[in-house]
């Protein structure tokens, strides 16, 4: 499969980010639920973390929290920083925070965790595939951004500075913190890294090849 250079149009894409409709939403859920699951065996796979992943992990060992909900309050404290970016939320902003904590929840609980090379490699590149997946869907549905992205691209309008740029020194202070708290950095940090956006660009791709049939 070609991967898209850009985010198709889709016919479950919204007018706006409080357009809602069964279908839509059903979309919305089911892409964040398996963005979850993947990200859920990415921990699992004992080789290392997403950078988001290390963050709560580490505050998870802290606080004695479970790992989604170490991620959902990040997400919400993420989210309160969009006021003075003014970035405003839709749907999918709040879904994003609930529906993936919850599947990384889910996920850790009943997948278990990996001690071999083999096996956590495997679990790596399925989980990327999933997050890969699970984000094509739920961005092509128009519902607004998770709180990550819309800090990402609201820090890049105050502040002029590319958003790769932005996107990376985010994930490298957040994985630093987490990893300062315990989270654990590692080979599945690095795939993860390094593939993620193939994997995004080869579903956007995906989804536009099937729905123009």
Same mark, same amino acid.
């Given at each position: 499969?070609?991967?898209h250079?850009t985010?198709p149009?889709?016919?479950?894409?919204?007018?706006?980010?409080? +357009?809602l409709s069964?279908?839509r939403v059903?979309?919305?859920i089911?892409?964040?639920a398996?963005?979850?699951?993947? +990200?859920?065996?990415?921990?699992?796979?004992?080789?290392?973390?997403?950078?988001w992943?290390?963050?709560?992990?580490?505050?998870?060992?802290?606080?004695?929290?479970?790992?989604?909900?170490?991620?959902?309050?990040i997400?919400v404290?993420v989210l309160l920083?969009w006021?003075?970016?003014?970035?405003?939320?839709g749907f999918?902003t709040?879904?994003?925070?609930?529906?993936?904590?919850?599947?990384? +929840?889910?996920?850790?609980?009943?997948?278990?965790?990996?001690d071999?090379f083999?096996?956590?490699v495997?679990?790596?590149?399925i989980?990327i595939?999933?997050?890969?997946a699970?984000? &094509?869907?739920?961005i092509?549905?128009?519902?607004?951004?998770g709180?990550?992205?819309g800090?990402?691209?609201?820090?890049?309008?105050?502040?002029? @500075?590319r958003?790769?740029?932005v996107?990376? &020194?985010?994930e490298?202070v @957040?994985?630093?913190?987490? &990893?300062l708290?315990?989270g654990?950095?590692?080979?599945?940090?690095?795939l993860?890294?390094?593939?993620?956006?193939?994997?995004?660009a080869?579903?956007l791709g995906?989804?536009?090849?099937?729905t123009?049939?």
């Amino acid at each position: 499969m070609k991967p898209h250079r850009t985010v198709p149009i889709l016919p479950w894409g919204a007018k706006h980010r409080w +357009d809602l409709s069964l279908k839509r939403v059903f979309i919305l859920i089911f892409g964040l639920a398996i963005f979850g699951l993947g +990200d859920a065996l990415i921990i699992e796979s004992g080789l290392g973390n997403t950078p988001w992943s290390v963050l709560a992990q580490g505050i998870s060992l802290k606080s004695g929290l479970t790992i989604g909900t170490s991620t959902l309050f990040i997400g919400v404290t993420v989210l309160l920083l969009w006021i003075p970016l003014r970035v405003r939320p839709g749907f999918g902003t709040i879904a994003n925070i609930l529906v993936i904590a919850l599947f990384i +929840d889910i996920g850790t609980h009943i997948i278990p965790l990996q001690d071999g090379f083999l096996f956590g490699v495997t679990y790596v590149f399925i989980g990327i595939t999933l997050v890969g997946a699970g984000s &094509a869907l739920y961005i092509t549905c128009g519902l607004g951004p998770g709180p990550r992205d819309g800090a990402m691209t609201g820090l890049h309008n105050r502040t002029g @500075v590319r958003v790769g740029r932005v996107r990376l &020194a985010i994930e490298v202070v @957040v994985s630093i913190l987490g &990893a300062l708290l315990g989270g654990t950095l590692g080979v599945g940090t690095l795939l993860f890294a390094l593939f993620i956006g193939q994997s995004l660009a080869i579903s956007l791709g995906a989804l536009a090849r099937l729905t123009a049939k």
